[in-house]
């Protein structure tokens, strides 16, 4: 399984011939697609149009959904701290969605 970022949705759902396009495709394909609870909060978050909702509807009921759970956000606050120690100031969302399994 692969845990797709949101970036990634966006270029599959507006149907955009991209590289990160066609890899969603390729694992949709496969069955091979996964996202998590922060990943659908961002793209319900900038769904527009009927078509973007509708297909991001299917979708929810299709898809494997990684579980945001206690070792989840154990591994985005170890991520946090290491992006920080590196002098990076990483997006929340980020590091969640990192942080989930695939």
Same mark, same amino acid.
């Given at each position: 399984?692969?845990?797709? /970022?949101?970036?990634?949705? %966006?270029?599959?759902?507006?149907?955009? /011939?991209?590289? +990160?396009?066609?890899?969603?495709? @390729?694992? #949709?394909?496969?069955?091979?697609?996964?996202?998590? /609870?922060? =990943? #659908?909060?961002?793209?319900?978050?900038?769904?527009?149009?009927?078509?973007?909702?509708?297909? &991001?509807?299917?979708?929810?009921?299709?898809?494997?959904?990684? +579980?945001?759970?206690?070792?989840?956000?154990?591994?985005?606050?170890?991520? @946090?701290? @290491?992006?920080?120690?590196?002098?990076? =100031?990483? +997006?929340?969302? /980020? &590091?969640? %969605?990192?942080?989930?399994? +695939?």
């Amino acid at each position: 399984m692969s845990l797709v /970022d949101t970036s990634s949705w %966006i270029e599959f759902l507006c149907g955009r /011939d991209s590289l +990160p396009g066609q890899r969603v495709k @390729a694992l #949709l394909v496969r069955g091979r697609a996964t996202w998590c /609870d922060m =990943t #659908l909060v961002e793209l319900w978050n900038g769904a527009r149009g009927r078509l973007e909702k509708s297909a &991001l509807q299917e979708l929810e009921g299709e898809l494997r959904l990684c +579980p945001v759970n206690e070792p989840v956000w154990t591994r985005a606050r170890k991520l @946090a701290r @290491a992006c920080r120690e590196h002098g990076l =100031t990483t +997006p929340t969302s /980020d &590091l969640v %969605i990192a942080a989930c399994p +695939p």
